[in-house]
């Protein structure tokens, strides 16, 4: 690895830089574009910490456009988070632009959000001040094996019906401005549901949009919180993850390279903002909105008003929207489960609308769900739906 800047004598000369079990944080890094170059590791601590392909995360394609961005990202067994910064600078090397991002590897992904405002601090500094790392030098020694700060302990301040709803899942957490979660709603409108059914069907699911991606990470994440089982999130991709993802059975990430857009075998569902694209034919059924689906969607908003107005205090509304997808989950499997322990073993359309899919158009989703949790069903004959 090439370090642009120098690697401070605090760090070189200190035995306690070997990364050990105990730490939380694996390592602290400043990604610098360079004219020449490209993106490249500037500085980093551990200075022997293999950071490869980072710095393609650390500055996505596109970050040229905007000021600043953040971006989380996995980063082998590990998360990652940046903070990235764009300053103007009146030299011909440099192009007129200085572009460097200031980013955190943990263990745990639950703690990345605790960095991130030293991280946004940071980045401006090293933008200022070529070069000088001392605050990140001593930020490493001083938190790398601090629980609290890296989110180890979590206080149980959970009501009953939370932790109702939380036992089954673990927590994703990244920080989310407030009212987030609404706006990834009212964002995709009625096609949340497309997006719910492939999740159910553990299917890949990619999100394309243009820098700032730090937005496109809480969607990623917001879609991973409307079924967490088996759903794989691995926030920021680009095209040098292109051959893990043909690997992946199961995932949804963000990227902001159109490019993959082309690799249709590194993905089940494309979706460019609000426009959604998926390359199976037989697939292409569930992205179809149908009735059962506008019909939820006005239970969905309708379900946040009375939340809000029921004189409940609702502090969360990340809880209150993953309850209601919850319940929806559980509605669907309930019946899957109830039919499969009949004689008969048939899906009439009246378990179709207990269960709130559409008879006709919902087939090839109930079929598909019944194949992968290996529910052994029979899906009744389409030309007798009042069954």
């Known amino acids: 690895m090439e370090n642009i800047g120098y690697v401070d004598e605090i760090f070189s000369s200190t035995d306690s830089a070997v990364v050990n079990s105990n730490d939380f944080i694996i390592a602290l890094f400043v990604v610098v574009f360079d004219t020449k170059k490209g993106n490249c590791i500037e500085w980093c601590i551990p200075n022997d910490i293999d950071l490869t392909g980072v710095e393609f995360k650390a500055i996505v394609s596109g970050s040229h456009t905007v000021t600043e961005d953040f971006v989380y990202f996995r980063h082998q067994e590990h998360y ?8 103007s600078v009146n030299n011909a090397e440099e192009r007129g632009a200085r572009m460097k991002s200031v980013g955190i590897i943990c263990t745990k992904y639950t703690s990345l959000h605790e960095h991130q405002d030293f ?21 490493y020694f001083t938190y790398r094996n601090c629980p609290n700060r890296n989110n180890a302990f979590i206080e149980k301040k959970d009501t009953d019906d939370e932790i109702k709803y939380k036992k089954h899942f673990s927590v994703l957490k990244i920080r989310h401005p ?3 979660f609404s706006q990834f709603i009212a964002y995709f409108g009625v096609s949340i549901f497309v997006l ?7 299917k890949r699911i990619l999100l394309f949009a243009p820098p700032p991606v730090g937005t496109q990470c809480y969607r990623a994440n917001h879609g991973y919180d409307l079924h967490r089982n088996f759903v794989n999130n691995l926030f920021y991709v680009n095209v040098g993850n292109l051959l893990a993802l043909q690997n992946m059975d199961s995932f949804i990430a963000c990227t902001t390279e159109s490019i993959l857009y082309n690799k249709q075998e590194a993905y089940d569902l494309y979706v460019n903002k609000q426009s959604i694209e998926c ?3 037989r697939l292409k059924h569930v992205t179809k909105i149908n009735s059962a689906d506008y019909d939820r969607y006005s239970r969905l908003c309708k379900y946040s008003e009375e939340q809000l107005s029921s004189g409940l205090e609702v502090t969360d509304d990340e809880i209150m929207y993953i309850r209601f997808f919850i319940e929806q989950n559980n509605r669907i499997f309930k019946v899957l489960y109830d039919v499969a322990s009949q004689e008969d073993k048939l899906i009439t359309s009246n378990h179709m609308k207990e269960m709130g899919l559409d008879p006709r158009s919902d087939r090839v989703f109930v079929s598909e769900l019944a194949e992968l949790y290996d529910i052994k069903l029979q899906m009744y004959n389409r030309a007798c739906c009042g069954s």
């Open 80 to 87: 990652g988070l940046s903070c990235f910064a764009l300053k």
């Open 279 to 281: 390359p199976s034919q």
């Open 196 to 202: 719910w059914k492939f999740l159910l069907l553990k």
């Open 119 to 139: 991280l946004e601090l940071q980045v401006k500094y090293v933008l200022e001040k070529q070069y000088q790392y001392h605050d990140l030098i001593s930020y």
């Open 178 to 180: 407030v009212g987030c």
